[in-house]
């Protein structure tokens, strides 16, 4: 199979669900790092690619997104991330702005209550510290979803929680 030809086949597998790379690999009949070296050149195409620890998956359709800066603490994160998937929102990343390192981004793509809880499983477990720790709890996250209007609803339930610090329309 062609490299242009395996590219349209990652397309069709990923386009409505979430697919490991392992899984794709597995699928093309090439090496996981041919996969990644594939999605990155989707991506410069215009594809719109999310890459999570459980896979990637499609993003189609127009989408309204919205930056929220919130803080918490640990024991409210899944308070924080169940608050943005009961109003129908997709978490798609969180990022902090550390005083050394800048920038650092970790994407999520949490859009159930399902994702929700593996996450904090994940965290529970030891597998990982969340970025927040760097940052005394300040983070911000990238939300999507159908609306403007949800997106509004999201930011109020957020600051009624106490979480918002502010958001970016």
């Known amino acids: 199979m062609r490299g242009s030809e395996r590219r349209e086949k990652i397309i069709e597998t990923i386009r409505g669900r979430m697919v490991s790379g392992a ?11 041919v996969i990644v070296q594939d999605i990155a050149l989707l991506r410069t195409s215009g594809y719109d690619i999310l890459s999570t620890s459980r896979g990637y998956i499609l993003q189609e359709g127009a989408s309204c997104r919205r930056v929220f800066h919130v803080i ?55 597998n990982a510290v969340p ?15 159908d609306s403007e209007e949800l997106l ?7 600051d009624k929680a106490g979480f918002l610090i502010s958001s970016d329309h």
């Open 72 to 126: 918490h603490t640990d024991g409210q994160t899944e308070e924080e991330l169940n608050l943005f998937v009961d109003a129908g929102a997709r978490v798609l990343d969180v990022f902090v702005e550390h005083d050394v390192y800048g920038l650092i981004r970790g994407e999520l793509n949490i859009s159930s209550r399902k994702h929700v809880r593996e996450f904090i499983e994940n965290l529970e477990n030891g």
């Open 131 to 145: 970025l927040k720790a760097l940052t005394s709890d300040e983070h911000w996250h990238t939300v999507s979803a």
């Open 152 to 158: 509004d609803f999201v930011e109020e339930e957020l």
């Open 23 to 33: 899984d794709l690999a597995r699928q093309m009949g090439v090496s996981r790092q």
